[in-house]
């Protein structure tokens, strides 16, 4: 078992940025796939961005593509979203997400999920 959890979130104003985090708990992330997605209210889950220790693969949705950064640290043990150019449509619900194998933009292949972390982003 997996226990992801994410830290990093706020209230920001439109064109700031955060960076949000994400742990296991007692555990490296280093063997697995790691995606961030969002929630808005009423929408469905979205997927964001994915990284992968093996390969180095990335992936990121096409709305947040210049805007955020997927990237771990050097131990492999904190998977980061930095998150720029805010925009009040940036706000939802962010959680990350881990499974052991290859990235995937489907939150359904996803082993273990992270409570997740409000952002908002006021106009």
């Known amino acids: 078992q997996v226990q992801l959890v994410e830290s990093g979130g706020g209230l920001v104003q439109a064109g700031g940025s955060l960076r949000l985090s994400c742990t296991a708990s007692?555990?490296?992330?280093?063997?697995?796939?790691v995606g961030w997605f969002r929630q808005a209210p009423g929408k469905e889950r979205d997927f964001v961005a994915a990284?992968?220790?093996?390969?180095?693969?990335?992936d990121y949705a096409d709305s947040v593509k210049g805007r955020f950064t997927i990237s771990r640290d050097n131990a492999g043990n904190t998977v980061y979203l930095q998150m720029n150019s805010l925009s009040p449509e940036d706000t939802a619900v962010y959680y990350c997400a881990a499974r052991s194998y290859t990235i995937t933009k489907v939150a359904g292949a996803y082993d273990y999920w992270g409570q997740g972390t409000q952002v908002t982003v006021s106009s």
């Open positions: 007692g555990r490296t992330l280093r063997p697995y796939a």
């Open positions: 990284n992968s220790w093996r390969g180095g693969n990335i």
